[in-house]
């Protein structure tokens, strides 16, 4: 459905644009652009707002909180009744951001980044904006807009300092700029241990309105910027990217530093390049999927490497040695134990998992379909096969691409 554009006074004044006084602005391409912000926090509302002013109409909103009342003294496009009504962060968000613009189109996802969003969705953004407030977020973002090639922009809040960084691929990563103190937490995190990974939960880092609007603020003109490549390599725009902003409130200071480590070794900066897309959903089994590409790439011994997690498919009590089954990804393995009474107390040692970490053809459990196992919608896959990799986009089974564009036509 066409949306005219009933709110003159915010893109214009008078008939007249307001931002056309800017040499460097192009309204077509902030309109047409499609920017995802990851997380909808004190941050994240701030960016928002910021865009939704600057005029970018197509949004995608990932977070998977509810709004609670603490969000409130921080969070503009949140009120009390969301609070109580615990409703979901993104949905909020995205009827605010209408009443603001009704030309924008939002697609809310309720989610976790780091695998519950689909490569094929993230890949059609023109920019990330990364609103999160953990080391574990920012590093899977990062990674997923280095296969896709995404530029993103990352923001942190604390007290009352923030920094704001730039990451583009093939320019500076955020993993290249980690230091071994949080190396070595990551690398907690990735290590395949057969211990239940506690998901350490970020601790609530204090947080003022203000902070949240000035780092907000640089993400949303950084986003702007990178929305205008040709303004930046002509020296009208110079964009961040390399180097970090970081603001000082309490004693009032700011500095603009060199962030720029790019270590051709990193195993992060991977692109998924080429990408084809099949007609597989994750409603296929994974038997059925196997095949498909096992005939697509004409090879027996084609496998499904699960990249970012593994599939626990038991949980073994060391003691007797009984199998609890569990059949779902690592990472939705906490919930299942702090929802069994009977494994909730057990201490951490009692157990471990039983991790699977490559759909192939010897896969136990070919029935399953790829949601089972955790595939997103509109994932990527990455098909090892005798002749190398292959990347396999899934199809776009929730029609996200057409209720992104809805607005374009005409
Ligand atoms: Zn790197």
Known sequence: MKKERPNPTMLSLGGEEIFSQLSWFKRDR????????????????????????????HLVLVDFDTVEPSNL??????????????????????????????????????????????????????????????????YCLNRLCMRAGIPWVDGGIDGLEGTARVFVPGKNCYACNLGPEALKELS????????????????????????ASIIGAVEAQETIKLLHPDEVARGELTSLCGRMFYYEGQHLGTRVVEFAGYDEECPVHERWDPIETMDITTQWRVGEVWQ???????????????????FVDDLVLREDDRHIPVM?????????????????????????QHEIDCLDRNFPYPE????????????????????????VELADEDRYAERLSQNREG
């Open 30 to 57: 902030v309109e047409t652009a499609n920017v995802m912000v990851v997380g909808c926090g004190a941050l994240g509302n701030e960016v928002l707002k910021n865009l939704a002013l600057f005029g970018v109409e």
């Open 73 to 138: 003294t921080r969070s503009i496009l949140f009120r009390e009744a969301d609070a109580a009504d615990r409703r979901a962060k993104v949905v909020v968000a995205a009827e605010r951001l209408r009443e603001i613009n009704p030309a924008i189109e939002v697609l809310p996802l309720v989610g976790d980044i780091c695998h519950e969003v689909g490569l094929g969705l993230l890949r059609r953004m023109q920019v990330v904006v990364g609103c999160v407030d953990n080391r574990w977020a920012r």
């Open 188 to 211: 907690y995190r990735l290590s395949c241990s057969d211990v239940i990974r506690r998901n350490e939960q970020a601790g609530r880092v204090p947080t003022t309105p203000v902070i």
């Open 292 to 310: 498909r590409l096992s005939e697509r790439f004409e090879d027996p011994t084609v496998e499904i490497p699960l990249r970012d997690y593994r």
């Open 328 to 352: 779902r990804p690592d990472y939705a393995v906490e919930r299942f134990v702090e929802e069994d009474a009977r494994l909730r107390y057990l201490p951490f040692q009692a157990l471990y």
């Open 368 to 391: 399953l379909t790829l949601a089972q196992v955790g595939i997103p919608a509109w994932e990527v896959l990455s098909v090892r096969t005798a002749h190398g990799m292959h990347y």
